[in-house]
C-alpha cells in the first residue's frame, strides 16, 4: 500500500511543497507514528522542509548538527539508526509535537535515516512517537527499504524545479540550478510565496528593483535573495546604508576620490560602485541620500559611468543597483528632499514587501526559527510556545516587524531563565513572558509621534498628539483582535463601554 502511494506521487506533477508535505503525511500513517519530519542539509544545520505531527513553529527551526546529537548519530551512516525509548540523548523534537502541550515526555520512540540524492548527502527523515516500542525491527526494515523512494522524491522534486528555474531563464548557459527551497527567507504565506515567484522572474533582468516596506521587514535580506537568483550571483553584492553616510563624504564614499581631492586625500580611493563592479549594489535607505549625491547617481544609472571626486575622466562601471526605502518617496519628491528623474529610475521595478501582520502563520515559523537560535545561544533542552502564546503571537500586529518579534522572543527567553527555569527541563513561553500589551501601547505611542511633521507650518497641541496615539491604539487594537470590540476592550485595558465612547469621540464610530 505505501508503495503505491508514493509510487502514484512520483508519476503525476505536483508542486514541490505539495509533493513532499504527502510524502511525511504517508509516512506517518504507514508507520503509525506522531511525527515525521523531512530535513535538508544546509551547511551545518538540518531544516524543515516538510513535517506532520509537529507544531507549526517547528518548520521555522534550523537544527545546528552538532548541537543534537541524535541528528548527528542520524547523519554519521546511511543505515537507519534507531533510539531507545530510555535514551539519555535529547531528541530536536522534544515538545514539539502538536499533542504534547509541554510536559516532559514519559516514554519516547524515535529513528532516522540519513538521505542522499545523486550520491551526495542530501539530509534526514525522522520519525517519533510519543509509546514506546512503536518502531520495531520491522519498522526499521521498511525505513531502509522506504528511504529509497524517498529519495526518488527528493530527486523528482528536485529535476521539476531546474526545469523551471530554466523555463523562465532567459540564459539557459548562464544559469544555475534552483535550490529546493530557500535557506533564508523563511515563510509559506499567498504573499511571501507571490513574492518570491516575482523576485524569481526579474532577477534575471538587469532592471533597477525599488524594495519597499515598513521598517524591520526584511529588504536587506531579499535584496540577497534577488542578487542569488540573478546572473551575478558569482560576483559582489556591496551594501551600503545611505542613513549612515554623512553628507561630506558620502560622494566620495559611492564613487571614490583621487588623491588631493580634498584635505585628507593623500592616495587614490576607489568607491562602492567600484566594489560592486560586476555585480550588485543595495543602496538601503536610498530616501536618505543628499540632492548634490542624488544628482550624480541618476548620471551613474542614466549612462554607467562614475566620476571619482577630483578626477577629470569618467571610469565605466556595469553594476546593477537594488534600492530599498521605508519611506513614501512621492512625499519627499513633493517636499522637496528626493529628485523625481532619480525615483523613476530607480523605481523600474518596485517590489512592496509585506509587513509580518499580513503573513498569517508566517509569524510562528518565524518564532520557532529565533526560538532555536535562543534555545542554542542559552543551553537549552528544549523551548517551545505554549497554545495561548501562538494565538497571542497571531493576534499582534507587529507595527515593528520581524525585527520586533526577534526582540519579543530573546527578551521572553532571558525573562523566563530571570525567574529560575530549569535548562533541562521543556520549557514553554507564555502571553505574560511575551508582554505584548505593553509593546503595543508603547509602539502606538512612538508611531503616533514619529509620523508628526518634523518641521510643520504650525506645532500641533498636546491634545491632538494624544488623540492621534489613542486613535491609533485603537485601530491596531482592532485590527488584531478582528474587529472584536469587547477583545480589543482587553487588550487596551479599558472598560468596553469607556472605549465604544472614545472611539465616537475620536471619529472612529
Known amino acids: 500500500m505505501l508503495e503505491a502511494s508514493l509510487l502514484a506521487d512520483l508519476t503525476v506533477e505536483l508542486a514541490n511543497a505539495v509533493r513532499l508535505q504527502r510524502l511525511v503525511h504517508t509516512l506517518r500513517e504507514h508507520f503509525a507514528c506522531g511525527a515525521v519530519g523531512l530535513l535538508r542539509l544546509d551547511g551545518d544545520s538540518l531544516r524543515p522542509v516538510a513535517a506532520v505531527g509537529l507544531v507549526h513553529e517547528a518548520l521555522g527551526r534550523r537544527f545546528v548538527i552538532a548541537q543534537h546529537p541524535r541528528l548527528a548519530a542520524i547523519m554519521a551512516t546511511r543505515e537507519p539508526t534507531w533510539f531507545e525509548p530510555d535514551s539519555r540523548l535529547p531528541d530536536p523534537y522534544d515538545g514539539l509535537l502538536d499533542n504534547h502541550v509541554g510536559e516532559p515526555l514519559p516514554v519516547h520512540d524515535c529513528m532516522g535515516v540519513s538521505l542522499y540524492v545523486e550520491g551526495q548527502l542530501w539530509g534526514a527523515l525522522t520519525l517519533d512517537a510519543l509509546h514506546a516500542d512503536t518502531f520495531g525491527s520491522d519498522a526499521r526494515r521498511d525505513l531502509q527499504r522506504y528511504s529509497l523512494m524517498v529519495e526518488a522524491a527528493i530527486r523528482v522534486t528536485r529535476l521539476e524545479q531546474e526545469n523551471r528555474g530554466l523555463r523562465l531563464s532567459r540564459s539557459v548557459l548562464q544559469s544555475a540550478p534552483m535550490p529546493l527551497e530557500n535557506s533564508e527567507i523563511l515563510g509559506q504565506s499567498q504573499a511571501i510565496r507571490q513574492l518570491l515567484g516575482e523576485l524569481e522572474v526579474v532577477a534575471d533582468s538587469e532592471l533597477p528593483v525599488l524594495l519597499l516596506g515598513e521598517t524591520g521587514v526584511g529588504k536587506e535580506l531579499f535584496a540577497r535573495h534577488l542578487h542569488s537568483l540573478s546572473r551575478r550571483r558569482n560576483k559582489p553584492l556591496i551594501q551600503v546604508n545611505c542613513a549612515a553616510l554623512p553628507e561630506s563624504l558620502a560622494e566620495s564614499e559611492l564613487f571614490g576620490h583621487v588623491k588631493g581631492a580634498f584635505s585628507g586625500a593623500t592616495t587614490d580611493r576607489p568607491g562602492r560602485f567600484d566594489a560592486a563592479n560586476g555585480g550588485t549594489l543595495l543602496l538601503d535607505e536610498v530616501g536618505e541620500l543628499p540632492l548634490s549625491v542624488q544628482a550624480k547617481l541618476l548620471r551613474t544609472l542614466q549612462n554607467g559611468e562614475i566620476q571619482r571626486l577630483g578626477a577629470d575622466k569618467p571610469l565605466h562601471v556595469d553594476v546593477r543597483v537594488i534600492a530599498a526605502t521605508n519611506r513614501h518617496l512621492p512625499d519627499s519628491i513633493r517636499d522637496g528632499h528626493f529628485r523625481a528623474d532619480l525615483y523613476h529610475r530607480l523605481s523600474v521595478y518596485p517590489v512592496p514587501i509585506p509587513p509580518l501582520r499580513e503573513r498569517g502563520n508566517d509569524v510562528l515559523m518565524l518564532a520557532g526559527h529565533f526560538l532555536e537560535l535562543n534555545r542554542a545561544r542559552l543551553g537549552l ?129
Do not use: F
Not at 530573546?410 to 527555569?421: N, T
Not at 491604539?473 to 470590540?485: F, G, R, Y
Open 381 to 509: 533542552r528544549s523551548m517551545r510556545l505554549s497554545p495561548a502564546a501562538e494565538r497571542a503571537l497571531l493576534a499582534y500586529p507587529w507595527p515593528g516587524n520581524v525585527r520586533e518579534l526577534e526582540h519579543v522572543i530573546s527578551r521572553a527567553a532571558l525573562k523566563l531563565l530571570s525567574r529560575g527555569a530549569s535548562r533541562t527541563q521543556i520549557l514553554s513561553l507564555e502571553p505574560e513572558l511575551l508582554d505584548l500589551d505593553s509593546s503595543i501601547r508603547q509602539s502606538s505611542a512612538a508611531d503616533a509621534i514619529t509620523t508628526l511633521d518634523p518641521a510643520p507650518a504650525a506645532a500641533c497641541s498636546m491634545r491632538e498628539a494624544v488623540e492621534a496615539c489613542q486613535r491609533r491604539s485603537i485601530v491596531q487594537a482592532l485590527e488584531a483582535c478582528a474587529d472584536n470590540w469587547a477583545s480589543a476592550a482587553r487588550m487596551l485595558d479599558l472598560d468596553p463601554s469607556n472605549l465604544h465612547k472614545l472611539a465616537r469621540r475620536l471619529g472612529l464610530k
